[in-house]
């Protein structure tokens, strides 16, 4: 027995190994992950061999060479990698899910059934997908403030703003026709830096998995943990013979990106480094307080309030029309993603008690601002002007917000809208006129209309604009306002809705356009209930927008200087918010326990995904992986921990909307997932990012490779990828 002895047993001895055990412990645990998502001027300053990684930082982004940030494209919303040399790019399924609900048919349904391209010839165009790449990147702060500086009246501040940085945008596109360029604003009225794009404009679908498999578990699972959903997808990226870009045309050829991720089909374990390149959408953590209050109190309740009710609205009209189904499946989805989100972010923000952790912290901050006399003098009324310009946003409330869902939800309210704004744009000289009004986009402009038209849902549209106007005349900041008030005492909503849209001359499209371009119809003499109504929601909405335009100029000068005093309260400098800049976030394969007694661990298998299935609703199993699975068949991308395929994974890195189908990489750079999702508890992230409850959700690569061979078929996608078999 090795504790026999009286040496070993000694009390003096137990605490040395004890310490030396503890020492030994605290060398192995990885170092904690920073909240996050790192533009690229900072990579180099992370020092992330430190944290993990195993190549030099020279790889993951060198801007005077080729590296892994040149394998990355921004695929409509999403991000996506290029993962060979022939223009492969992975992305999510619920990335090309509306483009390929798009390209299908009742009889040849894509989204549910899947799609394998056995040819280069049988790619299927994905109509209105571009892939961004990002190029090269400058500051541009000083020219933009300088002009901001200039502006005397504080509403046209952020006027100017943009006006400089369209200037800069047209003056970067004429020196170099083949880029985009867009100036994107790091900090409010502090940083801005000038990004130059590749667009690729002719990209096809390659392979999508059946919906079964690509929305496993559906919006019973969205946003979150465990998961078991195959949301990957692949589409290729094409340019002209001369490696130009251009559209569609069945003479290009793929395109031969600067850099592809090579693919590691062992993937990772749990706490293995991992990273993520991608372009998040947005986040507001250097918010004031009183801009949390604002989306507690009116963005997230109203929109997740409207949003669930649309849904319920197009879901039961498709119970029994499969092509309207078809139609507004896309929409449902992004309608669902949001309110699911919004949900989860109310909770959170109350969870987390994080409005009044913002207000503690901000009274902490001007208790260090009336330390002393000099930060006093310079910062000492930042945070009462910036309550001053918020008192006013509570008192317009939802009303900005109300009037952007009505032109969005509401076809025959856009189109009055189009009918007054035109008219009134048309008043002005052409150089002055909107963008959408000028000669040179009249196609566009029509295009639109026509649109607008054809999305028309007579059965469905009177009811959204009762639903919209009921809420908003019941709301306190629109109670005294018109239209809203007198809406509000009609005995029968449903009988004046509906009498608005017999009696409108909106309906005929061609009176319409006749109307819209007869110079000498003025909307004033038209006695239509429906231009009239649109009219005063309108006039609404421009008094909304220039207190708006003041309370942005405001805060353009005031957020500044509140980041400003804040790095000096805290001696540290910050990362910029998420904005839809390329951005690197890092972290470790790691479980997490967000409830009592609660532990989830990082990896789910197939086997979870099988016990998971049932025949209907979210969880409907793909026939092709049951059987597979029956016969054990997991091939060569098993996990040999797990004995079982990996399916999705998650890691403590800081990941947002944007993220979706960006690539995981290991300590080599190697592919090794692909990010889709948040924990719900993460959907707070936007506000503030904890490693306690903040996970982000992947698919396992092993899973994809499962999928694409044993499903799919595809064998030839695997070679291309440099896996061998
Ligand atoms: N699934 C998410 C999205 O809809 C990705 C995320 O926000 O983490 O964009």
């Known amino acids: 027995m090795f504790f026999k002895n009286r040496f070993f047993n000694s009390p003096i001895l137990i605490l040395l190994s004890l310490l030396l055990l503890i020492l030994i412990s605290f060398a192995f645990i990885p170092t904690k992950p920073d909240e996050g998502m790192f533009p690229l001027s900072d990579i180099k300053s992370i020092n992330l061999n430190e944290k993990g990684l195993k190549i030099s930082v020279d790889e993951v982004y060198n801007p005077n ?76 702060s000083a020219e933009v403030l300088n002009a901001a500086n200039t502006s005397e009246d504080i509403s046209q501040r952020t006027t100017a703003i943009s006006k400089k940085i369209k200037e800069i945008v047209d003056r970067e596109e ?275 209309i026509t649109k607008l038209y054809n999305d028309f849902m007579p059965d469905l549209e009177p009811k959204i604009l009762n639903k919209m106007l009921s809420d908003a005349s019941a709301f306190e900041e629109f109670k005294d306002v018109e239209p809203f008030k007198s809406f509000s005492k009609q005995n029968n909503k449903e009988d004046f809705i509906a009498d608005l849209y017999d009696d409108t001359f909106i309906k005929d499209s061609k009176e319409y356009f006749k109307l819209l371009e007869d110079a000498d119809e003025k909307i004033e003499d038209l006695d239509d209930p429906y231009l009239q109504l649109v009219k005063s929601i309108f006039e609404l909405g421009e008094i909304e927008k220039n207190k708006s335009q003041v309370r942005d100029g405001n805060l353009n000068i005031l957020l500044a200087k509140l980041n400003d005093v804040k790095r000096q309260w805290m001696n540290k400098s910050f990362i910029p918010d998420a904005n839809s800049t390329l951005r690197l976030t890092f972290g470790y394969v790691r479980g997490y326990s967000p409830r009592d007694a609660t532990y989830f661990s990082p990896h789910t298998t197939l086997s979870g995904l099988i016990e998971k299935g049932k025949e209907y609703g979210d969880y409907k199993l793909n026939e092709k992986i049951k059987e597979l699975y029956d016969k054990k068949d997991f091939g060569q991308f098993i996990h040999p921990e797990l004995n079982d395929v990996p399916v999705n994974f998650i890691y403590n890195m800081d990941t947002s909307g944007g993220n979706s189908g960006s690539p995981i990489m290991d300590a080599y750079g190697k592919l090794v997932g692909v990010n889709f999702d948040r924990s719900f508890e993460a959907t707070v992230n936007d506000y503030t990012w904890s490693e306690k409850y903040s996970r982000s959700i992947g698919v396992d690569i092993r899973y994809v490779l499962w999928v694409v061979q044993k499903v799919g078929g595809a064998d030839f996608l695997l070679k291309e990828m440099g896996i061998s078999l």
Request: proline residues 4%; hydrophobic residues 30%; charged residues 30%.
């Open 65 to 140: 060479g080729v590296s892994l940030v040149d394998a990355l494209v921004k695929i409509g919303g999403c991000t996506g990698s290029f993962i060979s040399d022939e223009g492969l790019i992975i992305t999510n399924h619920h990335c090309v899910f509306s483009i390929v609900s798009n390209a299908s048919t009742v009889e040849n349904n894509y989204l549910e059934n899947g799609f394998l391209a056995e040819s280069r010839e049988k790619e299927l165009p994905a109509k209105g997908l571009t892939c961004r790449i990002t190029d090269s990147y400058e500051d541009v």
């Open 174 to 448: 004429k020196k170099d026709s083949t880029i985009k360029a867009e100036v994107s604003e790091m900090f409010v009225g502090e940083q801005y830096i000038l990004f130059r794009y590749k667009t690729i404009n002719d990209v096809r679908l390659v392979y999508v998995p059946p919906r079964t498999i690509g929305e496993f578990g559906g919006e019973s699972d969205n946003w979150v943990w465990p998961r078991h959903n195959g949301d990957f997808s692949f589409v290729r990226a094409y340019v002209a013979p001369d490696g130009s870009s251009t559209k569609y045309s069945e003479s290009n050829v793929p395109y031969k990106p600067k850099k592809f991720l090579q693919v590691n089909p062992k993937g990772v374990n749990e706490e293995d480094f991992v990273f993520i390149l991608g372009y998040p959408g947005r986040t507001f953590k250097h918010q004031p307080s009183q801009f949390l209050i604002m989306q507690e109190k009116y963005q997230l309740p109203y929109i997740q309030d409207l949003y669930s009710w649309l849904i319920n609205l197009y879901e039961k009209r498709g119970e029994n029309d499969p092509v309207f189904e078809l139609e507004k499946v896309g929409e449902i989805q992004g309608l669902a993603n949001t309110e699911k989100n919004y949900r989860g972010k109310i909770q959170g923000l109350d969870r987390l008690k994080l409005i009044q952790k913002k207000q503690e912290e901000e009274k902490q901050l001007q208790n260090f601002i009336e330390s002393d006399p000099a930060f006093k003098e310079k910062y000492g009324s930042v945070l009462s002007e910036i309550d001053d310009v918020y008192k006013d946003a509570f008192k317009s409330g939802r009303r900005n917000l109300v009037l952007m869902m009505l032109s969005r939800n509401v076809d025959y309210y856009r189109l009055a809208e189009i009918f007054i704004d035109y008219k009134k744009e048309m008043m002005k000289p052409e150089s002055e006129r909107k963008s959408l009004y000028k000669e040179e986009k009249r196609n566009e402009f029509y295009n639109t």
